[in-house]
């Protein structure tokens, strides 16, 4: 401990009183622990409007249209996508700057792609496929590491476009919460994103729909009716 440094030069006179005598250890506050509001919608479109143009686009688009964690996109290769069938598999992971054959849950799964995805990835294929077995690659066409991604481009262009901060991994959080919000199917939610039960995913997003006003599933009886 830095106190224990201090109390060595004391001892040998190289100092006359010890800086850390008396100070308070500061505690982590519940109010440090809270998450940032994720983004919604209309700040998900702002943000890829942002990156257009920008070597990360596809990446960044493939986090908010997926929800999967940065480290299982930076490790995601082209034998992993189905384009045609619209899925990837998401098996892998990074730890620290290594891929490893895992991801957090330690258990592999398929992801579906939305259309818009497909296509963008069908255009990052044309150009890099034969750079580099994974999908995304940075300027040295080596796999992104996922930590100068969140402290230089990330920031990069949150900044310059003077977008409201959240850290990388809100994006997440945004995926499972705009689309509970449309599908209420937390079974599949929970799938898509590699939670290891429904239930956490209800215990962690169940707020999400008591946002989202009076409307209650029974409505949608009517609408069936109508």
Known sequence: ALSNVFKIALKDRAITTNPCQGAEIPTVG???????EPYD????????DAFKGNRYYAFVMFLCYTGCRIGEACALQWSDIDL???TAHICKNIN???IVDSTKSGK??????RHALVEELRKLKRQTYFKGKHVFLNSKNHFICSDVFRRIHWKQVIEKNGLRWVNVHSLRHSYVSILLQKSRNYVYVSKQVGHTDVAFTMNRYGHVLEKKGKTRIVDMLDQAVN
């Open 30 to 36: 519940k109010e440090s622990k809270t998450m940032p």
């Open 41 to 48: 919608q209309e700040e998900i479109n702002q943000l890829l």
């Open 84 to 86: 045609e069938g619209r």
């Open 96 to 98: 620290g700057r290594q």
């Open 108 to 113: 592999p799964r398929e992801v579906d792609l």
